[in-house]
């Protein structure tokens, strides 16, 4: 149906546009009745539906409806298939669309700065590409259904505490690079038809109120067209927000807000127009939800059965000695541990499921063989039980493979509030210490949502980390430990030895005011390969029961420009005795020494599926995006000409095969010349080093540095006067050419005309 949103926006009353630019009560949206407009429900997600019942409380704190919980960001980045997150969205449109859900809130993509942030459970990656990536198909997915998204929380919300406050600082090259970036691939190409800011201030400024971020860079540069709503309270001041391009405020304020809106269109603090853009916006995704209702699927059976494939797709092999798969039938197996029994698959907040069953991998083993089970340690407080242990040990003892199951409890990470450690339950750690004295043949399996100290890994044969992979974990888990599913998971994000490793613990969670990230673009990977840091388990790392070959590495050109594409080919051969599933690499490597920049960056990659001694071509391409970084000079994407190294690996540090590629800019950097621009900087431009040349001769010829043997001569180098004449700026020729004030002043004049 064709509508002229403009018409009915005119035959709305002051009073109906402004209201409809907050919400009804926690989760609707205000109709007009006399208008045709309907009054439309959106949810918490991103990983099921968390829909409030028709009991909701205002608040929104009352039970949800019966849901299936899928795997949770943390453990679905790792997977590294684009197709498999649009098959989860698809598979939430259609549970939208039966339980009448406009719009869902999420998928959630802010970095992975600190291992410590509550959230990250919620959260793809600290890499900007991967998680801009696996949530544009997510996003593709649900909107494929005519259901919206809401990408969220734009921007730069890396942490719980003082979430609603403290500022994030950060220069414009990492906030372009890093925190958009995991943003805006997602934006333009997936097209959320809403955006949720953030409740956090970005240089002393709220994101609710912040016209750069809400106009000037998502509607002006990346082409938004759908409507920004709040976070849950996120609002300080309505007008100002409103003004900065905030549509929808959520919750409704009771009415007070809406007045503040009126009040200020009738004094003429503001323009009656901005308010009419913000409502056109939103009944437009209003209508295009209402205008394409369809017949949803909410088949919680099946979509179990796909909650279990993601979470097979999802899990990391961090460890194998060549104990798993576990044999059954010809192995005594003890499961020892809390989350075998009661699995601890997603997290805390406004993201919890409430899930219609849990599939715990002790029922799930049935399917295989009988094991042995002993809890051995409770999940309700960090306290050493030794009954528990002794019973675990002993269990432990007398079985072939001890399998313990391990990880954080709930009061450990959520919504609200961020780790005080990296650490696990001290009582979990003892719990594993002890039985390895008394069983070598121990299998840890981790239910975490971010990345937890290992002081027992090197003394396991195997780790499983399956994150918080939704409420059919156990039996992915059982699937996976005895072979029936081959692991493929890759790692989104590095695994630290210690918390003190990781580049923003000097600077998190800053004061309370303001939180500084003075790691600048080296965060997560960036920072530990640029340090050449040792790690626990690096980014994009993760174990097959099979093994894989790279060759034939081809690049489309040997030269291109900025403005042409470049096709990367490479082998992948399966040279194993089981079936499985390759993530194949692609990172860039800039050589070109213009700007400190990490040693690679993942630009590209590809899951492929081979069986035993099969082979395939995989394919990738790269843009002038994938060489290029954020200039401030020219406030835009610059790749530099120069040499490009082209890297296809398994993990980032696992790099096996390379290509150079020559790039040429076509993208001209305007040099800045003033007293201070140093003559080395000069004599790299060719028009400027015209200029400079019999100046720098004349000052070559005076270098001199006393008689060989002399004591000038040690002291004062003539290698040493030329780098200081090289780093001198053009105000120290005054005293070290002897020119006056007024011939610098004319030089620089000279150069800037012959630079232009």
């Known amino acids: 149906m064709k509508r002229d949103i403009k018409a009915i926006v005119k035959q709305m009353t002051l009073e109906e546009k402004a209201g409809m630019c907050s919400g009804e009560d926690f989760w609707h949206l205000k109709s007009v009745e006399r208008l045709g407009?309907?009054?439309?429900?959106?949810?918490?997600?991103?990983?099921?539906?968390?829909?409030?019942?028709?009991?909701?409380?205002?608040?929104?704190?009352?039970?949800?409806?019966?849901?299936?919980?899928?795997?949770?960001?943390?453990?679905?980045?790792?997977?590294?298939?684009?197709d498999l997150l649009y098959k989860l969205g698809e598979t939430l449109g259609d549970e939208c669309q039966a339980q009448n859900l406009s719009v869902i809130l999420g998928p959630a993509v802010n970095i992975k700065r600190s291992p410590l942030c509550g959230r990250n459970f919620e959260y793809f990656s600290e890499d900007p590409y991967l998680a801009s990536e696996m949530a544009g198909?997510?996003?593709?997915?649900?909107?494929?259904?005519?259901?919206?998204?809401?990408?969220?929380?734009?921007?730069?919300?890396?942490?719980?505490?003082?979430?609603?406050?403290?500022?994030?600082?950060?220069?414009?090259?990492?906030?372009?690079?890093?925190?958009?970036?995991?943003?805006?691939?997602?934006?333009?190409?997936?097209?959320?038809?809403?955006?949720?800011?953030?409740?956090?201030?970005?240089?002393?400024?709220?994101?609710?109120?912040n016209h750069k971020l809400l106009t000037e860079i998502l509607r002006d540069e990346w082409g938004f067209e759908g409507y920004v709503m709040s976070d849950w309270g996120a609002v300080n001041e309505r007008v100002k927000g409103l003004k900065a391009g905030l549509d929808l405020e959520m919750p409704g304020s009771g009415g007070y807000t809406d007045a503040e809106i009126v009040s200020a269109v009738k004094d003429g603090t503001l323009e009656e127009s901005v308010l009419d853009t913000a409502v056109e916006r939103i009944l437009n995704i209003i209508f295009k939800y209402t205008d394409n209702r369809q017949e949803g699927r909410f088949d919680l059976e099946a979509d179990h059965q796909i909650a279990k494939k993601i979470a097979e797709e999802s899990m990391v092999l961090l460890k194998n000695d060549g104990i798993l798969p576990l044999k059954a039938g010809e192995q005594k197996i003890a499961f020892i541990g809390k989350f075998a029994e009661k699995p601890r698959f997603q997290g805390g907040g406004s993201s919890h499921i409430n899930s219609f069953k849990v599939e715990s991998v002790l029922d799930a083993v049935k399917a295989y063989t009988e094991v042995a089970y002993a809890q051995g340690y409770d999940v309700k407080e960090d306290k050493i039980d030794e009954a528990m242990v002794k019973e675990a040990v002993e269990t432990a003892k007398n079985a072939d493979v001890a399998v313990i199951f391990a990880g954080l409890p709930d009061a450990f990470e959520s919504e609200g509030y961020d780790r005080e450690h990296m650490g696990m339950p001290d009582c979990q750690n003892y719990l594993i210490q002890e039985i390895l004295k008394v069983q070598k043949s121990v299998v840890v399996v981790l239910h975490n949502g971010s990345p937890v100290e290992m002081p027992w890994a090197d003394d396991v044969s195997a780790i499983l980390e399956a994150y918080l992979c939704g409420q059919a974990v156990g039996a992915a888990e059982a699937d996976i430990l005895f072979g029936k599913v081959n692991p493929s998971g890759k790692l989104a994000e590095t695994i630290p030895y210690h918390l003190e490793d990781n580049p923003s613990y000097l600077n998190?969670?800053?004061?309370?005011?303001?939180?500084?990230?003075?790691?600048?673009?080296?965060?997560?990977?960036?920072?530990y390969d640029m340090k050449k840091m040792p790690v626990r388990y690096p980014f994009g790392y993760g174990l097959s029961y099979t093994t894989f070959e790279y060759s034939d590495l081809q690049l489309s050109k040997e030269k291109i420009k900025d403005t042409e594409t470049l096709q990367v080919s490479v082998k992948v051969k399966n040279t194993g005795k089981m079936a499985g599933k390759e993530v194949v690499?692609?990172?860039?490597?800039?050589?070109?020494?213009?700007?400190?920049?990490?040693?690679?960056?993942?630009k590209n990659f590809v899951k492929v599926e081979l069986q035993p001694q099969e082979e395939k071509t995989v394919t990738m391409e790269l843009n002038k995006r994938s060489f290029a970084w954020y200039n401030t000079k020219v406030n835009d994407w610059y790749a530099g000409s120069g040499t490009y190294e082209i890297l296809i690996g398994s993990s980032s540090r696992d790099i096996r095969l390379t290509k150079t590629v020559e790039l040429e800019s076509t993208m001209k950097i305007p040099m800045e010349i003033h007293t201070n621009t140093t003559i080395s900087e000069l004599m790299e431009n060719e028009k400027a080093k015209e200029v400079m040349k019999d100046l720098v001769d004349q000052m070559m010829a005076n270098i001199g540095g006393g008689e060989e043997g002399s004591a000038a001569s040690e002291a004062i180098s003539q290698e040493m006067m030329i780098k200081m004449m090289e780093n001198s700026p053009l105000r120290a020729l005054r005293s070290?050419?002897?020119?006056?004030?007024?011939?610098?002043?004319?030089?620089?004049?000279?150069?800037?005309?012959?630079?232009k």
Do not use: W
């Not at 998190?508 to 960036?526: C, L, N």
């Not at 020119?739 to 610098?744: A, F, G, K, L, M």
């Open 137 to 209: 198909a997510h996003i593709k997915g649900v909107q494929s259904k005519n259901i919206g998204t809401s990408i969220k929380h734009f921007a730069a919300n890396n942490q719980e505490y003082r979430r609603m406050s403290c500022s994030s600082e950060i220069d414009e090259r990492t906030f372009r690079e890093i925190y958009l970036g995991a943003f805006e691939t997602a934006i333009k190409e997936g097209k959320p038809d809403t955006v949720m800011c953030s409740y956090n201030k970005i240089n002393g400024e709220f994101a609710s109120e």
């Open 736 to 755: 070290f050419a002897g020119i006056s004030t007024e011939e610098v002043q004319e030089l620089i004049k000279k150069l800037k005309e012959a630079v």
């Open 585 to 602: 690499q692609l990172y860039v490597s800039d050589k070109t020494n213009a700007v400190m920049r990490p040693v690679n960056e993942l």
């Open 37 to 82: 407009i309907p009054s439309v429900m959106v949810s918490d997600g991103p990983h099921g539906l968390r829909k409030q019942d028709q009991e909701a409380d205002h608040l929104g704190a009352n039970d949800s409806i019966k849901a299936v919980c899928f795997p949770t960001a943390c453990a679905t980045a790792c997977s590294f298939d684009r």
């Open 508 to 527: 998190f969670p800053g004061d309370g005011q303001k939180v500084e990230y003075k790691e600048g673009v080296f965060v997560g990977y960036r920072y």
